[in-house]
């Protein structure tokens, strides 16, 4: 084949330009390298509709803003429906319509040359949109603006990022193809909170929680609880393991520890406290700030026996009281 | 060839081991048919719906292993439903009642559960070996009649399953009189284990090579593992944090330098660095690190490691690694075959931890890369065509780009042009997946160059049905195909049925595919099951009324030679 050889041809030149595989040297205009063959009006034509700022799918021209079964996308979207992740409802579906779907850059013009029919046959692809949470409904009072991602290329696309909203790529079903395992293994050990975003208030705010005779740790996410109790059932099913299955463990409660047991009972029966690591390096008995400043100054964690806390003080107003220190 | 006598002809035949071969040699003429369906003794059914187990157990009676494959890739990333099928049950109850002597099983995404898992303990005395690969459906009670019950077990092998974790004492479950264990990986459980149990059974296995440990065994009792399996070759670390434990840390230290037949290493899922040193001496015998879920480590101390590991051929990594990371392995893994590098921030926030930079020193540091899986932020199409010429020995390529549709970066062009490159340069190419911006450009090339290619994976590319035809028409050996959310549609699925004798299974998730489409394919290829999930209904999409033209969200065919299955859930629908 043609490409081939050309490729062989630039190679044994010894060529010290970079060459893209189609032999074709000019590493700035990569994508608009076409097989030759291609004829120019169609490039022309192309480059013009390809470029055009459109609010639709790429390279669907004007009219087709006019048919109501397309999909059309951008955040400014009138929004009647709820997020929901990818499967389109099915009022938005849309038949096939035989708007050419250009696709960006010049490459298009290859199928061009090579499908004299394709005016009339090529189905167009309606956008699913997976981009964004907001189900989209077709219109034609759609405000001319610039959609990120699936402008026609040959554009900048460095200010997606910035422009659309952050949450809606993360929201995509099955994406990006990672086994769940893999997932809810990495969640599990996930980096600490100051790493994630720069944002401190919005992110996951990843403690680390031990608890005396537990052989390993575990980790909440702070941020996913809105209150005390909360964090403590969360607690109690994660520490469940150590205390079930431990007859005796309880001491002094004599309550039946298989059945009965639950952390929150160990700790309101006080065999253990539930501790955390402040900023300054105390430790400190869980429960006398309000939520939202605990989150604000706890740094670890610790699920004490009672008998080893004892001489912990109650969190006091910050700073203003003596704190008793506990050895970690 | 007749002439001689058929024990001969056996015994030549046993030293042909690949699947593929022994098909072939089975087509030769109705003798050696014969023989070798007699002397199988691997049997492996990549789509345990393409036969049955009667119809198996009547072309190969004398079969000692068997592996089964159950759900379609995708279902990796929750696109198929749970309970769409890929129950072992009805296999291990048919077997038990023939007289196979199955020694082996080899099971991948397939639904097993504790009863199937006591049937096999009981009815295969010589039952050796049981692998599980991202299976489901069990718990810790199954795991324990398999230690109770199979007296020859050699390897209890369980990856990346979702197991039940009871807690309860299935390691004591093997006999104290029990000693011939080999390999024992149980890195999924997540719960608390029975160290006690563990140690002992450990100390009773001289045979013991690879073990592979769950987060709840802290650092001590590692030390104490390794102490006991100085002849270990493949560990798997838990999880610890060291905090206070500096003599733990020595005793491992002291553990880890008299296993000198170490050569692979995973875990980690909580380490602390200086325990990661830790491991320092064994490097330089590595052959496979997996570090894929050690994300609590930092690029630096990844790094520190890897120096060290100079006979390297399998590297999984996550991209915390970063570029500057990756040219410190392409500098000194010269004997990387295999290269993985998971994403550790699955939202996309745009942490561009590595880049087309680190995949183009990898190719051009390691000549005997082979197998690459690469996520990433960006690409361009210059790094892919880079790549491809420096090394065009790859069998499997998949890069993916976290966001779908990106563009090369630089050129804001799409990618056709660098996976272009990929499958001109690379003949051998079996494996490829695409991502990025990607037109019906890149699939001509892909079918146009990729003659070798048996398995593709698309996501958001392409823009008409001419792209999947050209790797229909292209691709003469593609096995397996799957696609989602591209403009494919009912003209591509349609264009030529007989592609569907010499393919395994077609997916087709989010497409321009319709319900009349799939329903015409059907009627053209009886040996077809072609299912229609529909997740959302739990009623028969017939039963509603829907249009010819309706689209279908999820549609999986593949060939089969037993017609409609009769274990499928009310929203899989079988044309």
């Given at each position: 084949?043609?490409?081939?050889?050309?490729?062989?041809?630039?190679?044994?030149?010894?060529?010290?330009?970079?060459h893209?595989?189609?032999?074709?040297s000019?590493?700035?205009?990569?994508?608009?390298?076409?097989?030759?063959?291609?004829?120019?009006?169609?490039?022309?034509?192309?480059s013009?509709?390809?470029?055009?700022?459109?609010?639709?799918l790429?390279?669907?021209?004007?009219?087709?803003?006019?048919?109501?079964?397309?999909?059309?996308?951008?955040?400014?979207k009138?929004?009647?429906?709820?997020?929901?992740?990818?499967?389109?409802?099915?009022?938005?579906?849309?038949?096939?319509?035989?708007?050419?779907?250009?696709?960006?850059?010049?490459?298009?013009?290859?199928?061009?040359?090579?499908?004299?029919?394709?005016?009339?046959k090529?189905?167009?692809?309606?956008?699913?949109?997976w981009?964004?949470?907001e189900?989209?409904?077709?219109?034609?009072?759609?405000?001319?603006?610039?959609?990120p991602?699936?402008?026609?290329?040959?554009?900048?696309?460095?200010?997606?990022?910035s422009?659309?909203p952050?949450?809606?790529?993360?929201q995509?079903?099955?994406?990006?193809?990672?086994?769940?395992?893999?997932?809810?293994?990495?969640?599990?050990?996930?980096?600490?909170?100051?790493?994630?975003?720069?944002?401190?208030?919005?992110?996951?705010?990843?403690?680390?929680?031990?608890?005396?005779?537990?052989?390993?740790?575990?980790?909440?996410?702070?941020?996913?609880?809105?209150?005390?109790?909360?964090?403590s059932?969360?607690?109690?099913?994660?520490?469940?393991?150590?205390?079930?299955?431990?007859?005796?463990?309880?001491?002094?409660?004599?309550?039946?520890?298989?059945?009965?047991?639950?952390?929150?009972?160990?700790?309101n029966?006080?065999?253990?406290?539930l501790?955390?690591?402040?900023?300054?390096?105390?430790?400190?008995?869980?429960?006398?700030?309000?939520?939202?400043?605990?989150?604000?100054?706890?740094?670890?964690?610790?699920?004490?026996?009672?008998?080893?806390?004892?001489?912990?003080?109650?969190?006091?107003?910050?700073?203003?009281?003596?704190?008793?220190k506990?050895?970690? | 060839?007749?002439?001689?006598?058929?024990?001969?002809?056996?015994?030549?035949?046993?030293?042909?081991?690949?699947?593929?071969?022994?098909?072939?040699?089975?087509?030769?003429?109705?003798?050696?048919?014969?023989?070798?369906?007699?002397?199988?003794?691997?049997?492996?059914?990549?789509?345990?719906?393409?036969?049955?187990?009667?119809?198996?157990?009547?072309?190969?009676?004398?079969?000692?292993?068997?592996?089964?494959?159950?759900?379609?890739?995708?279902?990796?990333?929750?696109?198929?439903?749970?309970?769409?099928?890929?129950?072992?049950?009805?296999?291990?109850?048919?077997?038990?009642?023939?007289?196979?002597?199955?020694?082996?099983?080899?099971?991948?995404?397939?639904?097993?559960?504790?009863?199937?898992?006591?049937?096999?303990?009981?009815?295969?005395?010589?039952?050796?070996?049981?692998?599980?690969?991202?299976?489901?459906?069990?718990?810790?009670?199954?795991l324990?009649?398999?230690?109770?019950?199979?007296?020859?077990l050699?390897?209890?092998?369980?990856?990346?399953?979702?197991?039940?974790?009871?807690?309860?004492?299935?390691?004591?479950?093997?006999p104290?009189?029990?000693?011939?264990?080999?390999?024992?990986?149980?890195?999924?459980?997540?719960?608390?284990t029975?160290?006690?149990?563990?140690?002992?059974?450990?100390?009773?296995?001289p045979?013991?090579?690879?073990?592979?440990?769950?987060?709840?065994?802290?650092?001590?009792?590692?030390?104490?593992?390794?102490?006991?399996?100085?002849?270990?070759?493949?560990?798997?670390?838990?999880?610890?944090?060291?905090?206070?434990?500096?003599?733990?840390?020595?005793?491992?230290?002291?553990?880890?330098?008299?296993c000198?037949?170490?050569?692979?290493?995973?875990?980690?899922?909580?380490?602390?660095?200086?325990?990661?040193?830790?491991?320092?001496?064994?490097?330089?015998?590595?052959?496979?690190?997996?570090?894929?879920?050690?994300?609590?480590?930092?690029?630096?101390?990844?790094?520190?490691?890897?120096?060290?590991?100079?006979k390297?051929?399998?590297?999984?990594?996550?991209?915390?690694?970063?570029?500057?990371?990756?040219?410190v392995?392409?500098?000194?893994?010269?004997?990387?075959?295999?290269?993985?590098?998971?994403?550790?921030?699955?939202?996309?926030?745009?942490?561009t931890?590595?880049?087309e930079?680190?995949?183009?020193a990898?190719?051009?540091?390691c000549?005997?890369?082979?197998?690459?899986?690469?996520?990433?932020?960006?690409?361009?199409?210059?790094?892919?065509?880079?790549?491809?010429?420096?090394?065009?020995?790859?069998?499997?390529?998949?890069?993916?780009?976290?966001?779908?549709?990106?563009?090369?970066?630089?050129?804001?062009?799409?990618?056709?042009?660098?996976?272009?490159?990929?499958?001109?340069?690379?003949?051998?190419?079996?494996?490829?997946?695409?991502?990025?911006?990607?037109?019906?450009?890149?699939?001509?090339?892909?079918?146009?160059?990729?003659?070798?290619l048996?398995?593709?994976?698309?996501?958001?590319?392409?823009?008409?049905?001419?792209?999947?035809?050209?790797?229909?028409?292209?691709?003469?050996?593609?096995?397996?195909?799957?696609?989602?959310?591209s403009?494919?549609?009912?003209t591509?699925?349609?264009?030529?049925?007989?592609?569907?004798?010499?393919?395994?299974?077609?997916?087709?998730?989010?497409?321009?595919?319709?319900?009349?489409?799939?329903?015409?394919?059907?009627?053209?290829?009886?040996?077809?099951?072609?299912?229609?999930?529909?997740?959302?209904?739990?009623?028969?999409?017939?039963?509603?009324?829907?249009?010819g033209?309706?689209?279908v969200?999820?549609?999986?065919?593949?060939?089969?030679?037993?017609g409609?299955?009769?274990?499928?859930?009310?929203?899989?629908?079988?044309?």
């Amino acid at each position: 084949m043609s490409p081939e050889e050309k490729l062989q041809s630039n190679v044994s030149d010894g060529g010290l330009k970079e060459h893209n595989y189609l032999g074709l040297s000019d590493c700035s205009s990569v994508g608009s390298s076409n097989l030759s063959g291609l004829a120019d009006d169609d490039k022309a034509t192309i480059s013009l509709k390809a470029t055009e700022l459109t609010l639709g799918l790429p390279g669907s021209q004007s009219p087709a803003r006019d048919n109501t079964e397309l999909n059309l996308l951008g955040p400014a979207k009138l929004d009647e429906k709820p997020f929901f992740p990818l499967l389109p409802s099915k009022d938005e579906i849309s038949c096939s319509s035989s708007q050419k779907n250009l696709a960006s850059g010049n490459k298009r013009g290859f199928s061009d040359t090579m499908d004299k029919f394709s005016e009339a046959k090529v189905s167009v692809y309606a956008e699913k949109n997976w981009m964004f949470p907001e189900a989209v409904v077709a219109n034609q009072s759609v405000v001319k603006k610039e959609v990120p991602q699936n402008i026609p290329k040959g554009k900048q696309s460095t200010t997606n990022n910035s422009s659309s909203p952050p949450a809606a790529k993360a929201q995509i079903v099955g994406w990006p193809p990672v086994r769940s395992y893999r997932k809810n293994t990495l969640a599990t050990t996930c980096k600490n909170s100051d790493e994630v975003d720069g944002k401190p208030g919005s992110g996951p705010l990843f403690v680390k929680v031990s608890m005396d005779g537990a052989p390993y740790l575990r980790k909440v996410d702070l941020r996913s609880y809105n209150n005390y109790g909360e964090l403590s059932s969360a607690l109690e099913k994660m520490f469940s393991t150590f205390t079930l299955g431990q007859p005796g463990s309880s001491g002094a409660t004599g309550k039946d520890v298989r059945n009965e047991t639950r952390l929150k009972d160990l700790l309101n029966g006080k065999d253990y406290v539930l501790t955390y690591e402040d900023k300054d390096g105390d430790w400190m008995l869980v429960g006398d700030f309000s939520w939202e400043i605990f989150i604000g100054v706890c740094k670890k964690l610790k699920i004490m026996k009672g008998s080893d806390a004892i001489g912990l003080a109650a969190a006091p107003a910050p700073r203003t009281m003596e704190k008793s220190k506990m050895r970690a | 060839m007749n002439y001689f006598p058929d024990e001969v002809v056996e015994h030549v035949f046993d030293f042909v081991t690949s699947h593929k071969d022994r098909n072939s040699i089975s087509l030769v003429c109705k003798s050696w048919f014969k023989i070798e369906r007699y002397s199988r003794q691997n049997v492996f059914i990549g789509n345990c719906y393409s036969i049955n187990p009667e119809r198996l157990l009547r072309r190969f009676p004398c079969f000692k292993s068997l592996t089964l494959k159950g759900k379609p890739h995708f279902a990796d990333f929750n696109l198929v439903p749970h309970g769409w099928g890929g129950f072992v049950q009805p296999w291990i109850e048919a077997l038990a009642r023939s007289r196979v002597g199955l020694e082996e099983l080899r099971l991948k995404r397939m639904v097993v559960t504790d009863e199937s898992l006591e049937l096999l303990s009981r009815s295969f005395v010589n039952f050796k070996s049981l692998v599980l690969v991202s299976c489901e459906g069990f718990s810790t009670d199954g795991l324990a009649s398999i230690a109770s019950n199979c007296r020859h077990l050699r390897d209890l092998d369980l990856q990346e399953n979702e197991i039940d974790d009871h807690r309860g004492q299935w390691l004591s479950c093997f006999p104290e009189a029990y000693t011939s264990l080999v390999t024992l990986n149980f890195a999924c459980l997540e719960g608390e284990t029975n160290l006690v149990a563990l140690e002992r059974l450990v100390a009773r296995s001289p045979n013991l090579r690879s073990l592979k440990l769950n987060r709840a065994v802290p650092l001590d009792a590692l030390a104490r593992l390794m102490a006991c399996a100085p002849q270990i070759v493949d560990l798997g670390v838990g999880s610890y944090e060291d905090e206070q434990d500096s003599e733990s840390c020595l005793k491992l230290q002291a553990a880890i330098r008299k296993c000198t037949s170490l050569r692979s290493l995973s875990g980690f899922l909580e380490a602390a660095p200086h325990c990661l040193s830790a491991f320092h001496p064994v490097c330089h015998n590595l052959t496979y690190l997996n570090l894929s879920y050690a994300a609590e480590i930092n690029g630096s101390h990844l790094i520190r490691l890897i120096e060290h590991c100079k006979k390297l051929q399998r590297l999984w990594i996550l991209d915390s690694i970063g570029d500057k990371g990756l040219e410190v392995v392409a500098s000194t893994c010269k004997e990387l075959q295999e290269l993985r590098v998971f994403p550790t921030d699955l939202q996309g926030g745009g942490n561009t931890a590595v880049t087309e930079d680190g995949l183009v020193a990898i190719s051009a540091g390691c000549p005997k890369l082979h197998s690459i899986l690469y996520f990433c932020q960006q690409m361009t199409n210059a790094a892919l065509i880079t790549v491809a010429k420096n090394c065009p020995n790859f069998i499997r390529f998949r890069l993916c780009i976290l966001e779908p549709h990106k563009p090369d970066h630089v050129t804001s062009q799409p990618l056709d042009e660098g996976f272009g490159a990929i499958v001109q340069a690379c003949k051998n190419l079996k494996r490829l997946s695409v991502s990025g911006l990607l037109t019906d450009q890149v699939f001509l090339y892909i079918g146009m160059f990729a003659t070798q290619l048996e398995m593709l994976s698309i996501a958001f590319a392409g823009d008409t049905d001419k792209g999947m035809l050209y790797v229909l028409n292209g691709c003469k050996k593609m096995r397996k195909l799957e696609i989602r959310d591209s403009p494919f549609g009912d003209t591509a699925l349609l264009a030529d049925v007989n592609k569907y004798v010499t393919m395994r299974s077609l997916w087709m998730s989010s497409c321009e595919v319709t319900l009349g489409g799939c329903k015409r394919l059907a009627q053209k290829a009886p040996w077809l099951n072609v299912e229609i999930i529909n997740e959302n209904d739990n009623n028969r999409m017939e039963e509603n009324g829907y249009e010819g033209r309706q689209k279908v969200d999820k549609m999986y065919l593949y060939r089969t030679v037993v017609g409609t299955r009769v274990d499928a859930p009310p929203f899989v629908w079988i044309l």
